[in-house]
């Protein structure tokens, strides 16, 4: 089992069916203000394709909601091009063009005189939708971000939590399906608990509404986790490094990127790596309903590999059951206690299930739950070799920006 992830086999892992148009492209844009000195945004490029997650990270101050606001233009531009589905944006009126794009507001920003079915409601009602339309459509995006419509449609943005108001925000965007999302630290005001289960939440309703999505956010697990890609800024939205998550934490570009990934990055690195994108160990296995001379040849021939049991499989090949031999030739029969999947398995998940399963190693299955192979914390070690030894080239050096 081995890892051996080249940047661009890593950059593919996940995504293979990225599509190909580009929506969004930034073409050497800049901003900056009279009297300011240095640009705020140097000559920033940058293609977006259609239903590609995009999370742009980078230090504070350095031009993240510029490049957001540029791109629905609640900021002009000084120079450069931004195409939005082939049309240069400064072509379209500004409210044509915001209502093709949804947009969560650093900081939330509802509005706090209206109650939160009319802060959801706010595109809707420019564009023109009648009551019937609106008001199911309001309660269907309240409960799809997890708040109860009959509680919180008629409650003002200072009666809800931060983390509640933070959903509404997601909810006023998406509330006339734009095809674009921009999301402005969407989840930060939230303990880490809660933005772990909205990030979840989020990561499920993107796998049905498919959105093109910018993402700002400062915290480097919440990109890797849920963006196909990641760009790293620098001072001057300057890319320091753009790739899939796995290329990024497996190859800092520099000791930039590094500090920015700062130690958590091997773990991350684990929740990025799937099950898929390891090989597995085989294991010896017996056909269910085999019984007597079969089922001692099956564990015979095991034990010449070492292994001391084998594992029964139905006749769609789901794992059942795992049967040792002891000593005396006796057999004995014991519940398959750490089944894991395949496309949604992280390595991280997987360390964590097997160190508590009694059998040192998962079995490993497909959505169907067919029996792939297993997997140990041998193997995973093995399969983290590689990506250990990149590790040390810059985030171990400790090199300070
Ligand atoms: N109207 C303005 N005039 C002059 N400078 C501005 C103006 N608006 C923003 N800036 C400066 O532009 C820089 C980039 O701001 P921006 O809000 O894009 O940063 P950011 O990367 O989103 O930061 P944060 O992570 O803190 O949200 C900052 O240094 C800010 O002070
Ligand atoms: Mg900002």
């Known amino acids: ?103 969560v507001i650093q900081n939330v920003g509802l509005f706090p005189h209206m109650t939160i079915a009319d802060n959801v409601a706010a595109v809707p009602r420019l564009l023109g939708w009648k009551k019937d339309r609106m008001t199911p459509r309001i309660d269907e995006l309240l409960s799809m971000v997890g708040l109860e419509p009959s509680i919180y449609r008629d409650r ?20 006339a399906d734009p095809p674009i999302l921009l999301m402005d630290e969407p989840f930060a005001a939230v303990d880490p608990i809660t933005r772990t289960s909205l990030q979840d939440e989020f990561l499920r309703l993107q796998q049905s509404i498919r959105k093109t999505i910018v993402f700002v956010t400062h915290d480097m697990a919440e990109a890797m986790r849920l963006a196909d890609r990641v760009v790293i800024f620098g001072p001057q939205s300057k890319i320091a490094q753009v790739g899939a998550p796995t290329e990024v934490l497996s190859a800092p570009a520099d000791a930039f990127v590094a500090s920015m990934l700062g130690s958590g990055r091997l773990m991350q690195l684990l929740s990025c790596v799937r099950l898929r994108d390891v090989s597995l160990d085989r294991w010896p296995t017996l056909a269910q309903g085999l019984e007597g001379d079969e089922r001692l040849a099956a564990l015979s021939s095991a034990k010449i590999e070492g292994k001391n049991r084998v594992l029964v499989l139905d006749e769609a090949k789901r794992p059942l059951y795992w049967i040792y031999s002891d000593a005396t030739g006796e057999s004995s029969k014991v519940e398959v206690d750490c089944k894991l999947e395949l496309d949604a398995t992280s390595l991280r998940d997987a360390i964590t299930q097997i160190v508590y399963c009694s059998h040192d190693c998962a079995v490993v299955v497909d959505g ?10 041998q193997g995973i070690r093995r399969s983290l070799a590689p990506l250990a030894g990149a590790g040390t080239s810059a985030a171990n050096i400790g090199v300070d920006k």
């Open 368 to 377: 169907d739950g067919a029996f792939q192979g297993i997997i140990n914390i």
């Open 156 to 175: 003002y943005p200072r009666e809800l939590s931060g983390g509640q108001a933070q959903r509404v925000g997601v909810a006023r965007a998406l509330a």
């Open 1 to 103: 089992m081995a890892l051996d992830l080249s940047p661009q086999e890593a950059s593919n892992i996940g995504t293979e069916l990225q599509p190909r148009r580009s929506v969004i492209e930034l073409r050497d844009v800049s901003k900056h203000y009279k009297d300011a000195g240095a640009p705020i945004v140097d000559r920033l490029t940058l293609s977006i394709s259609e239903g590609e997650f995009v999370a742009l990270t980078g230090p504070s101050g350095c031009g993240k909601t510029t490049t957001l606001k540029m791109i629905n233009r609640l900021i002009e531009p000084s120079s450069g091009q931004i195409i939005i589905n082939g049309q240069d944006v400064g072509d379209l009126p500004s409210h044509r063009l915001r209502q093709g794009i949804g947009y």
